[in-house]
């Protein structure tokens, strides 16, 4: 595909869909949020693009595509290798996000938002992150677009995974193990025990915190919210166009989900021909069995964070105070699933699997020996779900088209391959009255 052709503009399926998604709400009087509510925190653009509900197509700025151009179109893949370990007449292929310069899809997002953080003059951007992708793309874009990034990262991953760690230091990010001395959130907390580990949940607070506080200073989340899936679906515009290239059109849509946003961005712009077409596409989200807030979660308004600062979100959740196990995905240890994928999961448009680590390992490196590239922890859930469809393809002597999106590579996880290659790891899954017990705390609004 050339430059010229990448897409010019977003997908905003919001506009199409038939049940629009509830309204976000005020936590203080469960009063329906305007954009404006939301610009204290997130910069004014994204907060409108957050709530559109009516336009469909939405411009890629010149200055976001212009970088665009720096990594994509990524390549689309006929996955020949897995194809033949299998020995499927399944059509196989993936869309290879991990040659993004920061190796997963989410720079997609952060290239966006530093971007219109920058046009509104805004000069500081904070956010948090865990295993540490979301934190590395948004120092690379916020290095490209001459803004300073404080980034706020789980202290025991501070000291866990110090190569994410030196990436966003090497990107030009300040980054500090949180709980932290510098936030009243972070005080706290560590006043009350020093030897804390910190949470998502904290480093969120501390987040926002600094972007309340601080002149010219806004956050930014990788995930879950709105316009981080409207930003994505450039994967599946592409993917559309070179699977139109390749003379086919995919039959299930297959990607892995933490909070939405690469599953989103590939599935959006086909699942617009199920809804306006009446096409039959099949779409599957592929989860961790320890966090399985699609296939066991309940709908309900819940807070997108575990302390309760986010507006209260219309989702599939498990709860906010849900406490996932410490599996090697550290992308997919998300309580909820956010708003638009609810209503469309709710609606039909797509089906959740849950997957144990192991056998999301196992796929993840029979991929490796395949097709020569290995797939983030993450990715490792949908080349799972793959194989799964695959397999029946085999048995039901179907020529089915699958199409499935590599969300990143793995070659700063050794450490967990390394655990899996040693049989280290074991399969989790929540009892039901553990999932009932943080349910609890969701309260159903009247
Ligand atoms: C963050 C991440 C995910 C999970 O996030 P989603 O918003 O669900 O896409 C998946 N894969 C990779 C490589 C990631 O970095």
């Given at each position: 595909m050339t430059e010229k052709e990448i897409p010019t503009q977003w997908y905003n399926i919001q506009a199409d869909m038939v049940n629009k998604p509830m309204p976000l709400l005020?936590?203080?009087?469960h009063q329906p949020l305007h954009a404006e509510d939301l610009f204290p925190i997130f910069n004014e653009e994204c907060a409108r693009q957050e709530l559109d509900?009516?336009?469909?197509w939405i411009d890629i700025p010149d200055e976001v595509r212009d970088m665009y151009?720096?990594?994509?179109?990524?390549p689309l893949v006929r996955a020949y290798g897995l194809e033949k370990a299998l020995d499927t007449p399944a059509h196989i292929y993936f869309k290879n996000e991990s040659v993004s310069p920061v190796g997963s899809h989410k720079l997609n997002s952060a290239l966006a938002q530093a971007y219109y953080c920058k046009k509104e003059g805004v000069t500081n951007v904070t956010t948090e992150t865990g295993a540490g992708q979301w934190g590395t793309a948004l120092a690379y874009a916020c290095s490209v677009f001459g803004l300073e990034l404080a980034v706020y990262m789980v202290k025991i991953s501070y000291e866990q995974k110090p190569y994410r760690r030196s990436l966003m230091q090497t990107f030009g990010a300040q980054v500090t193990p949180s709980p932290?001395?510098?936030?009243r959130a972070g005080k706290d907390i560590l006043t009350a025990d020093p030897t804390c580990n910190g949470s998502l949940g904290t480093a969120i607070s501390e987040a926002i915190e600094l972007a309340r506080t601080t002149p010219n200073c806004k956050y930014a989340l990788g995930s879950v919210m709105n316009h981080v899936a409207l930003h994505q679906t450039i994967i599946g515009l592409e993917a559309e166009k070179q699977m139109e290239m390749a003379g086919e059109y995919p039959d299930k849509v297959i990607a892995c989900f933490g909070g939405g946003s690469n599953f989103s961005g590939i599935a959006f712009p086909f699942m617009r021909h199920n809804i306006l077409e009446g096409k039959k596409t099949e779409f599957i989200a592929a989860e961790p069995a320890s966090c399985p807030k699609l296939t066991r979660g309940k709908f309900e308004y819940d807070f997108g964070d575990e302390s309760g600062y986010t507006p209260l979100l219309p989702m599939f959740t498990l709860g906010h105070n849900f406490m996932p196990a410490n599996?090697?995905?550290?992308?997919?240890?998300?309580h909820g699933a956010g708003v638009i994928i609810s209503q469309l999961l709710k609606d039909g448009y797509l089906t959740g699997v849950d997957i144990q680590q192991t056998e999301s390992f196992k796929s993840g490196v029979l991929f490796a020996q395949a097709e020569g590239i290995v797939p983030a922890p993450e990715s490792c859930h949908a080349i799972a779900a793959t194989i799964r469809e695959a397999i029946k393809c085999k048995e039901a002597g179907e020529k089915k088209v699958l199409l499935f999106n590599l969300?990143?590579?793995g070659l700063i996880d050794m450490a967990s391959y390394d655990r899996y290659l040693a049989g280290d790891l074991v399969d989790y899954a929540p009892s039901d009255s553990d999932i009932a017990r943080f349910l609890k705390d969701v309260e159903p609004l009247q």
């Amino acid at each position: 595909m050339t430059e010229k052709e990448i897409p010019t503009q977003w997908y905003n399926i919001q506009a199409d869909m038939v049940n629009k998604p509830m309204p976000l709400l005020n936590p203080a009087n469960h009063q329906p949020l305007h954009a404006e509510d939301l610009f204290p925190i997130f910069n004014e653009e994204c907060a409108r693009q957050e709530l559109d509900q009516t336009h469909a197509w939405i411009d890629i700025p010149d200055e976001v595509r212009d970088m665009y151009k720096y990594y994509r179109s990524t390549p689309l893949v006929r996955a020949y290798g897995l194809e033949k370990a299998l020995d499927t007449p399944a059509h196989i292929y993936f869309k290879n996000e991990s040659v993004s310069p920061v190796g997963s899809h989410k720079l997609n997002s952060a290239l966006a938002q530093a971007y219109y953080c920058k046009k509104e003059g805004v000069t500081n951007v904070t956010t948090e992150t865990g295993a540490g992708q979301w934190g590395t793309a948004l120092a690379y874009a916020c290095s490209v677009f001459g803004l300073e990034l404080a980034v706020y990262m789980v202290k025991i991953s501070y000291e866990q995974k110090p190569y994410r760690r030196s990436l966003m230091q090497t990107f030009g990010a300040q980054v500090t193990p949180s709980p932290s001395m510098s936030t009243r959130a972070g005080k706290d907390i560590l006043t009350a025990d020093p030897t804390c580990n910190g949470s998502l949940g904290t480093a969120i607070s501390e987040a926002i915190e600094l972007a309340r506080t601080t002149p010219n200073c806004k956050y930014a989340l990788g995930s879950v919210m709105n316009h981080v899936a409207l930003h994505q679906t450039i994967i599946g515009l592409e993917a559309e166009k070179q699977m139109e290239m390749a003379g086919e059109y995919p039959d299930k849509v297959i990607a892995c989900f933490g909070g939405g946003s690469n599953f989103s961005g590939i599935a959006f712009p086909f699942m617009r021909h199920n809804i306006l077409e009446g096409k039959k596409t099949e779409f599957i989200a592929a989860e961790p069995a320890s966090c399985p807030k699609l296939t066991r979660g309940k709908f309900e308004y819940d807070f997108g964070d575990e302390s309760g600062y986010t507006p209260l979100l219309p989702m599939f959740t498990l709860g906010h105070n849900f406490m996932p196990a410490n599996i090697h995905a550290g992308g997919l240890r998300y309580h909820g699933a956010g708003v638009i994928i609810s209503q469309l999961l709710k609606d039909g448009y797509l089906t959740g699997v849950d997957i144990q680590q192991t056998e999301s390992f196992k796929s993840g490196v029979l991929f490796a020996q395949a097709e020569g590239i290995v797939p983030a922890p993450e990715s490792c859930h949908a080349i799972a779900a793959t194989i799964r469809e695959a397999i029946k393809c085999k048995e039901a002597g179907e020529k089915k088209v699958l199409l499935f999106n590599l969300s990143g590579h793995g070659l700063i996880d050794m450490a967990s391959y390394d655990r899996y290659l040693a049989g280290d790891l074991v399969d989790y899954a929540p009892s039901d009255s553990d999932i009932a017990r943080f349910l609890k705390d969701v309260e159903p609004l009247q």
